[in-house]
């Protein structure tokens, strides 16, 4: 079997990081500084982060990024 290609790709956002995206898009935090990013951004109730952040994710997937799925949770993706 051959080995998978793993690409990279930067979501942009200011609200709480949609973490259903990790699952739905199969994707995860590409460096340690990203998965730390994440810790103050979670999708919480009435939780608005006023500073907008990037996060770099890696993937696996043929099909991912799903980019109006991450903008539908208010985050953009960046090529």
Known sequence: MPNPIIKQFVVEGVSG?????????????ARAADAAGLGGRLNVAGDRPA????IILATAAK??????RWLS???????
């Open 63 to 68: 099909y991912a990024p799903n980019r109006q």
């Open 51 to 54: 500073q907008p952040a990037k």
């Open 73 to 79: 949770f208010g985050w953009q993706v960046i090529d």
């Open 17 to 29: 990081f949609p973490l259903e995206m990790l699952h739905i898009d199969q994707c995860w935090p």
